[in-house]
């Protein structure tokens, strides 16, 4: 085309500059502008190209550099030019946005649909909820695809009610849900547990949608299992005509969230046998469940599993679920293992690990653990420290454990919560400090719960401390013991001293409340890869 003149004949060039934007290959984007920049006769059409291959290629720095360039040099725009640029916006920063908004305003296309539609999904990226709903409100006309872009930025926020809300307003300008209404629909519904309003919503894409995308069931499936009827989620999943990787994800993990972990297993290997590859949120789910088994062996098999797919090293947030998962199982060396090996670390990786050392006795190592993350330049939050305190507790570190705690308050300024008061009475009780731990309840800020109680109780049991299980009792009494715990507590202090008559009395009136005990304990055992 460039030996015989045809690059500057612009129908040729326009499709030339188009071939190499929309290419799949990477880094033809640039080498459309640059032929875009040295050839006559460019229209919109030629510039709309570059931007949108740039949005493609995941370059919005370069998207809204072209469109800057198409500025600069006083080149003509159209609403799609527009609309690709917001949409890069979009990926850069809120500013850049708004400067683009106004450029909008000023050169007339403000009331274009589309470029309305790029606005409303530009501020709903960044969380402006008020600015969206401002430019919603004084659009003229709306149509489904605008409504739906409203629904679904405020399902994603997590205002479900306002879902809710604005289902009812469409409905009343006389438009009915399609598709992607009814999926953000059934995303607020999950949320809320409203299953009996989610079936409604079921009966209407059964009546009213004849040919269901792979969309609209996973939400089905998710709304389901969400509201603990896993026997219908189930049932759907079975009648899909395609599944992707979404479904069996959310299939799985629907087993696991009601406590099916065997069944979400058997799920899995499925899943396997129809080759459907799992990606990173899968294997979440997957490891989750074996968290919840605790079993050591099934911990290996999946982290060989992983490991194979080179899926943790893809995603931080499963390399914390497998070191949740090999604590829980046993295996805190593995651990420590995974642990060493994630490039980035997040505080939620620190915590997972500190966590897991706290709950194997382990608290000179989670100490050590928790001074390199400080070193490293995490800042602890609540969590961590409720972790740290956690381990002082289990290891006996009284010094280390009031340090940390006192650090919390004065260095970091974080409130304690009721469970990090409960941590430090714990870890008072096991040193045998009953004394210190009562003081400790009567200075707290805050008034005790009955769980702090029930902890200083049974130290006070074991360590025959009649005085101040009597004054601990008054306070049991002056909360009122609302669980069957804590009338379990004052009858067994109360047989310890020898007083029977009132143990009489506390079972007595166990069994007129009805909190006598008549479910027993269970526990599990592995055979042959089942757990029972």
């Known amino acids: 085309m460039i030996t015989t003149g045809l690059i500057q004949y612009p129908p040729s060039a326009s499709k030339l500059v188009a071939s190499f934007a929309l290419s799949n290959f990477s880094g033809t ?24 291959g740039f949005l493609e290629e995941n370059k919005p720095e370069d998207a809204f550099s ?14 799609y030019t527009l609309m690709f640029v917001t949409k890069a916006c979009g990926l850069i920063t809120l500013s850049l946005g708004e400067q683009v908004h106004a450029q909008i305003c000023k050169m007339g296309f403000v009331f274009e649909i589309i470029i309305q539609t790029a606005l409303l999904g530009l501020y709903a990226l960044f969380g402006v909820l008020s600015d969206m709903q401002q430019m919603f409100d004084e659009m003229p006309h709306r149509d489904i695809v605008t409504w739906n872009a409203l629904i679904a930025a405020y399902a994603q926020h997590g205002s479900h009610f306002k879902v809710l809300e604005l289902l009812r307003a469409m409905m009343n300008d006389s438009l009915g849900p399609n598709e992607k209404t009814v999926v953000s629909i059934l995303s607020a519904f999950s949320s809320l547990k409203g299953l009996r309003e989610g079936k409604v919503v079921h009966c209407y894409v059964v009546k009213s949608i004849v040919n269901l995308d792979v969309f609209v069931y996973n939400a089905l499936i998710g709304m389901y299992s969400k509201c603990g009827n896993l026997p219908c989620a189930l049932r759907i999943f079975q009648l899909m005509p395609v599944r992707n990787v979404v479904s069996w994800t959310l299939m799985i993990n629907g087993c696991c969230d009601n406590n099916f972990p065997n069944e979400g297993l058997d799920l899995f290997k499925e899943m396997e046998c129809e080759n459907v590859k799992p990606d990173a949120i899968t294997m979440i789910s997957v490891v989750s469940m074996c968290s919840k088994l605790g079993s050591f062996e099934l911990g290996e098999w999946i982290d060989q599993y992983v490991e194979k797919s080179g899926l943790a090293n893809e995603s931080v ?19 420590c293992q995974v642990f060493d090996g994630i490039v980035e670390k997040t505080l939620v990786s620190w915590n997972s690990i500190i966590h897991g050392l706290a709950v194997h006795g382990q608290g000179i190592s989670a100490l050590v653990r928790f001074s390199q993350m400080l070193r490293e330049g995490f800042e602890p939050d609540d969590i961590v420290f409720l972790s740290i305190l956690s381990a002082c507790s289990h290891a006996g570190l009284v010094d280390e454990g009031q340090k940390c705690f006192h650090s919390m308050i004065k260095d970091y300024h974080l409130e304690p919560w009721l469970e990090h008061y409960a941590c430090m009475v714990d870890l008072l009780c096991r040193a045998g400090l009953i004394n210190e731990a ?45 669980s069957k715990e804590d009338y379990l507590v004052l009858s067994n202090f109360y047989a310890t001293v020898s007083k029977w008559d009132v143990v009489d009395e506390v079972r007595k009136e166990m069994k007129v409340k009805g909190l006598a005990i008549r479910d027993p304990g269970c526990s599990s055992i592995e055979l042959k890869e089942e757990i029972g």
Not at 442 to 468: E, F, S, W, Y
């Open 29 to 52: 984007t640039s080498t459309a502008r640059s032929i875009a920049e040295r050839v006559r006769g460019r229209n919109s059409y030629t510039w709309n190209t570059i931007i949108r």
């Open 66 to 79: 072209v469109y800057s360039y198409v500025r600069k040099k006083a080149l003509p725009v159209d609403s």
């Open 317 to 335: 947030s499963l390399a914390n679920a497998l070191i949740d998962m090999h604590a829980k199982c046993g295996n805190i060396k593995k651990a």
């Open 438 to 482: 009562f003081e400790f309840i009567v200075n707290m800020p805050v008034n005790p719960n009955t769980i702090m109680l029930r902890i200083l109780l049974k130290a006070c049991q074991n360590h025959g401390d009649i005085v101040i299980a009597n004054q601990v009792m008054n306070y049991l009494y002056e909360l009122g013991p609302k």
